[in-house]
């Protein structure tokens, strides 16, 4: 169990392992897509010089399916070499698997932080540290998937700008992405190895989790007892009171459970050990072990039947 974070600041209880499961989640579906856009992007580009073919006259349909098998390809139903669809398909796909490791390293890098100092990126002599300050654990690991996400849409971006390109074969638009895609593909790879290694050794501190969660006093299970509350009370009129204590809670310096106990609208309607209840984290994960259950079950299918 570790605090759920939305807008930086503590929510409602989640697990490290539905955290975790949306990555696998996510993952999951790239490889889906990969599966997907293979047959399109896997094809032969063979047009002569302005797509016809018309050279090798007669033997031109045999030459091009001969050479597709040669090289593994299929042979596409008409020449593309100005319509970049299937190559700028495989720089989005590129971009979409950096975003997704950088949303990694970014929720990484903030639970490393002193504040949270959760979870950790695994430690290895000369990783991480300081020049200055011996007492540093820099998420290196994290910085690179941060950057990859970072220059990733730029580049995807450059594909894109050269899509329209002149007549049957265009000038500087193809040339503008001799670069740019094998640097994609640079900085994905990167990225994947980075990613690998940090999942492989994560290091996780559950003491200074449930710790962190009680930061609040209690304020983290406040919308279980709002909820709760609302089917005797109705919604706004629980929503109000419970409210109203968080902000009593705060102000004396109190845990929520005891301003809770000491209000006779909530007592009246809920008894000790259903505010017990209701404030212990443990009881108020949802579905995260169905997101995480679910979460592997896809993964295991797709590596079944790659």
């Known amino acids: 169990l570790l605090a759920g974070r939305t807008w930086l600041q503590h929510a409602t209880p989640v697990t490290l392992g539905m955290k975790l499961a949306g990555v696998l989640g996510a993952i999951s579906r790239h490889r889906q897509r990969l599966a997907e856009l293979r047959p399109r992007v896997l094809v032969l580009q063979l047009g002569g010089a302005s797509g016809s073919l018309a050279a090798l006259g007669a033997d031109a349909l045999p030459v091009a399916e001969a050479l597709a098998r040669e090289l593994g390809l299929s042979l596409p139903e008409q020449p593309w070499h100005t319509q970049r669809d299937r190559l700028v398909e495989v720089g989005a796909w590129l971009g979409l698997v950096a975003g997704s490791l950088g949303k990694l390293g970014r929720d990484l890098s903030l639970l490393m932080q002193t504040e949270a100092a959760e979870v950790f990126e695994p430690s290895a002599p000369g990783k991480g540290g300081s020049s200055t300050m011996p007492h540093k654990r820099n998420p290196v690991g994290a910085a690179v998937l941060i950057a990859a996400a970072t220059r990733a849409p730029g580049l995807v971006s450059t594909l894109f700008s050269a899509m329209p390109q002149e007549h049957e074969r265009s000038l500087g638009l193809w040339h503008a992405e001799w670069e740019t895609l094998p640097e994609l593909f640079c900085l994905v790879s990167g990225a994947l190895q980075q990613a690998q290694a940090?999942?492989?050794?994560?290091?996780?501190?559950?003491?200074?989790?449930?710790?962190?969660?009680?930061?609040?006093?209690?304020?983290?299970?406040?919308?279980?007892?709002?909820?709760?509350?609302?089917?005797?009370?109705?919604?706004?009129?629980?929503?109000?009171?419970?409210?109203?204590?968080?902000?009593?809670?705060?102000?004396?310096?109190?845990?929520?459970?005891?301003?809770?106990?000491?209000?006779?609208?909530?007592?009246?309607?809920?008894?000790?050990?259903?505010?017990?209840?209701?404030?212990?984290?443990?009881?108020?994960?949802?579905?995260?072990?169905?997101?995480v259950a679910r979460a592997l079950a896809e993964h295991r299918t797709l590596l079944a039947h790659s």
């Open 198 to 291: 940090i999942v492989a050794g994560l290091e996780v501190d559950a003491a200074r989790m449930q710790a962190n969660l009680e930061l609040t006093h209690g304020l983290v299970l406040a919308e279980a007892v709002s909820i709760a509350l609302a089917g005797r009370l109705g919604r706004e009129a629980a929503h109000h009171l419970v409210e109203q204590s968080c902000k009593r809670a705060v102000q004396e310096g109190r845990h929520l459970r005891l301003v809770l106990g000491d209000t006779p609208e909530v007592t009246a309607e809920l008894s000790d050990a259903e505010l017990d209840r209701l404030l212990d984290p443990a009881h108020y994960q949802g579905q995260a072990r169905a997101w």
